[in-house]
């Protein structure tokens, strides 16, 4: 590894997580635009965000210090998380950035946010966090069964790294049965684990219906604003993960410059493709019933284990 | 409008006759007691089809509650006590009506009261106890843009088990500010006590001041005109709203942009998005010219193929059909027991419209179909409402088609006496009712459709998930202040 690459590998790092608020005003801006409207400029989570930064942040007096700490543990568990994800380039500045692992930091910022939720001690953190746990139940299994799979397929291990560059050298031939149906089951945990239609509405005010933004109802200021980025940045970087990690191709593997030009219009066109695509989703569709979403997730679960099933029975 | 009979009786036989004429066919409309320092008058008003019928008792501090007997007073009995400050003896549920109220005297008494003692009242808790059972206080303020009203839900896990609606954070005394001399014109004031429904109160409040006058047949034809607008827009609203409630956001955008062309059309023609200021007493305020009438022409038809496409979105999307029907069902036995009224009652299969039972204005002469479904869920909701527009469309078609040249306004005097004013809202059955004594109004009382149909709300939410009452609470689409008034 040299300095060339490690700074190639830091840069990547920030780059993602600067251009997280960028993804969520793009997704706004598409369905804006899906129901005739104008919509707000892209650039608006970075204002909203800043504005945040700037507020008071005030604490419920039910709250306990754990309270406070956490937007810091989900800002932890995400810049993490980042730091594990290949974006431009194949390596990730990480040096552990085990699969397995990735999924229970996942589950940390997940479990992190449902206490928050309950230590405010209204009625409407309680429910989110209820509806939350519910689903987390179901995502966790599909969600690890199915990058599980990627591992099984290429027989790297578990390093995402790894797994990311041997279906990106493998080319057309990685293209499988168990690749599509652990892709198909990703699509839908990341659907679900980011909250969005149809198992929650992430512009809702109704405190009635709320799941993520029922557990954010207490935070303000500085808090919401690491909340609301640890959120954006979980959508980034599962789209992130999506396009490079299951769907690799074109994902830079060497330094050289036409490589790594190549990668950056790749990932852009990929991102942009998978935008749309949430945009377009949550355009059709109404949000189902809270009762239905087992139904959907128990689906995404059923792809991923036949994703597995498929390797060795095929 | 005049009532056809009047009867009167002791008060201490006031819940039988109510009761007997319960086993007749009538219906309970509105009840008040009317002061008169000392003592108080209880009105009873009922209905029958066309026929309406009021009992009068006279009254000290109390009388045994008509709600002992039906129970459909209940609601009115509460109203009684707390703003007059008379005791139905056995009522058995006295809970306050009005939460936050400024003072603790009894509003509509006519001594006067101590206005500076500003009296909160604890709301109670629900009475459901059990292992897992959790109560969710919602409100008085909520989260979006809407009305006050706390809601009190008791659920285990999502399903609901019971909940209580505790409304009256919205009281401002309009019908104390309703007494007074005939002369000052009230159509302004009543168009305000619920603004979505400005057309609906200002009509019945004109029909009471209007009495017996023989209103122009242009300016009932324009009344009806207004009326059917105000429907159409109101129907919008709510089926564009419980798209939005349930993150159907293309359609609720499509709705949304229909009916803000209709307001944008009422603004240019009428002068107030709402319909505000165009009824008054004696006629309407507002000419329409020929040009007038063909841009409302061509706007109510492009509204009315908007409604059609909004209903096609939904119907066509299985995602949201599955999230409306079967949800907040309604059902036609407890539509009946809890004497609802309007859109609700008809989604519940009950046949009953003010236009086609008591027809006011220019409803005689115009023909319209009663639209009514029988699964009394949400969905059968907002197909009634979808199927009114088309209606009302059709009703304005008619007006304009029909509309001869002539007055708008003639000269009335209101008659002392007991008078009161049915008009079908968009919400259901309006009645205001006024007693004026020697040219004043000595008492006026407003029941808005919402004030009868909140409480059935409590049964159409059981057994259904916590997550659905913003749905089922849109479809009822009722009035926060027009209950409160």
Redesign the interface.
């Known amino acids: 590894m040299n300095y060339l690459e490690i700074a190639l590998m830091i840069l990547q790092f920030a780059a993602l997580i600067l251009i997280s608020p960028l993804i969520t005003g793009i997704i706004r801006k598409i ?1 804006a635009r ?4 104008v919509g707000a400029s892209i650039f608006q989570p970075y204002r909203d965000l800043h504005k945040l930064l700037k507020k008071e942040s005030v604490v419920s007096e039910n709250a306990s210090f754990f309270f406070r700490l956490v937007p810091y543990i989900s800002m932890t568990a995400m810049i993490l998380l980042a730091a594990m994800t290949p974006f431009v380039y194949g390596g990730v500045i990480a040096p552990y950035s085990d699969v397995i692992a990735m999924v229970y930091i996942f589950t940390m910022f997940r479990f992190a946010m449902i206490v928050g939720g309950l230590e405010g001690g209204s ?1 409407f953190g ?2 989110g966090s ?1 509806r939350e746990v519910m689903m987390s139940v179901l995502i966790e299994p599909a969600l690890l069964i199915s990058i599980m799979t990627l591992s099984a397929m290429t027989g790297v291990g578990f390093n995402i790294t790894d797994i990311s560059g041997s279906i990106n050298a493998a080319g057309a031939a990685a293209i499988s049965p168990a690749l599509l149906l652990a892709g198909a089951a990703f699509v839908i945990t990341m659907v679900a684990e980011n909250t969005r ?2 198992f929650d ?1 992430p ?7 709320m799941v993520h933004e029922g557990m954010l109802i207490e935070y303000s200021g500085r808090g919401l604003a690491m909340m609301e980025t640890a959120s954006m940045l979980r959508l980034t970087i599962f789209m992130t993960l999506l396009g490079t990690v299951f769907f690799p191709w074109g994902t830079a593997m060497t330094l050289s410059i036409a490589d790594l030009a190549l990668s950056v219009a790749v990932i852009i066109v990929k991102l942009l493709v998978i935008a749309f695509g949430i945009a377009l989703l ?11 979403m087992p139904n959907m997730l128990t689906a995404s679960f059923a792809l991923s284990l036949m994703a597995m099933i498929s390797l060795y029975v095929l | 409008m005049i009532v056809t009979d009047t009867t009167s009786c002791d008060s201490d036989l006031l819940a039988q006759y109510v009761k007997t004429y319960y086993s007749d066919g009538w219906r309970m409309i509105s009840m008040f007691a009317s002061e008169s320092y000392p003592g108080a008058t209880i009105n009873v008003l009922l209905r029958r089809g066309g026929e309406i019928m009021r009992i009068t008792s006279e009254v000290v501090d109390s009388y045994p509650a008509v709600a002992a007997q039906v129970p459909a007073a209940s609601l009115f009995e509460r109203v009684i006590y707390e703003m007059n400050d008379i005791h139905p003896d056995g009522h058995g549920n006295l809970i306050p009506a009005i939460y936050w109220r400024k003072g603790d005297g009894h509003p509509l008494q006519k001594r006067p009261y101590d206005t500076y003692n500003e009296i909160r009242i604890p709301i109670p808790n629900n009475p459901i106890r059990g292992t897992g059972v959790y109560e969710i206080p919602v409100g008085p303020v909520h989260a979006g843009v809407i009305e006050p009203g706390h809601f009190r839900f008791s659920a285990a896990g999502e399903p609901i088990l019971h909940l209580s609606i505790h409304l009256g954070y919205n009281h401002k005394g309009i019908e104390k500010m309703m007494e007074g001399p005939v002369s000052k014109n009230r159509t302004y004031l009543a168009e305000r006590i619920s603004g979505d429904n400005a057309v609906a109160h200002g009509l019945a409040c004109a029909h009471i001041m209007e009495g017996e006058a023989e209103i122009p047949d242009r300016a009932r034809r324009i009344r009806v005109i207004l009326a059917e607008l105000e429907r159409i827009h109101n129907h919008l609203d709510i089926v564009a709203g419980l798209c939005t409630d349930s993150a159907f956001v293309v359609a609720a955008a499509y709705g949304a942009e229909v009916r803000e062309e209709l307001l944008r059309t009422n603004r240019r023609i009428f002068g107030s998005r709402l319909l505000m200021g165009n009824i008054v007493p004696g006629g309407v305020k507002r000419d329409l010219s020929d040009g007038d009438m063909s841009e409302l022409e061509s706007a109510v038809m492009k509204v009315g193929f908007g409604a059609k496409k909004l209903d096609g979105y939904i119907r066509k999307t299985p995602s949201i059909v599955d999230r409306l029907e079967t949800t907040g069902i309604l059902s036609n036995e407890n539509a009946l027991r809890y004497e609802t009224v309007g859109v609700i009652a008809r989604a519940s299969g009950i046949r009953s419209d003010v236009r086609a039972e008591v027809p006011y204005d220019a409803y005689g002469d115009l023909s319209f179909s009663l639209i009514t479904r029988d699964k009394g869920d949400v969905m059968s909701r907002c197909a009634v409402r979808v199927d009114e527009i088309a209606e009302s469309v059709s009703l304005i078609l008619q007006c304009l088609a029909e509309m001869e040249e002539g007055e708008i306004r003639t000269d009335f005097k209101t008659p002392d006496g007991f008078s009161c004013g049915l008009v079908e809202s968009p919400r259901g059955e309006l009645v205001h009712s006024a007693d004026i004594r020697d040219g004043r109004i000595w008492r006026y009382n407003i029941r808005d459709p919402s004030f009868v149909n909140w409480p059935s709300m409590e049964t159409a939410v059981m057994d259904n998930i916590v997550p659905d009452f913003p749905l089922i609470n849109k479809s009822f689409g009722l009035s926060y202040s027009g209950n409160d008034v």
């Open positions: 369905k899906m129901q005739n409207k009625a309680g429910m209820s239609v149809p509405n512009d809702t005010h109704l405190e009635l219906t949550e355009s059709i569709i109404a949000k189902m019933r809270v009762f239905r």
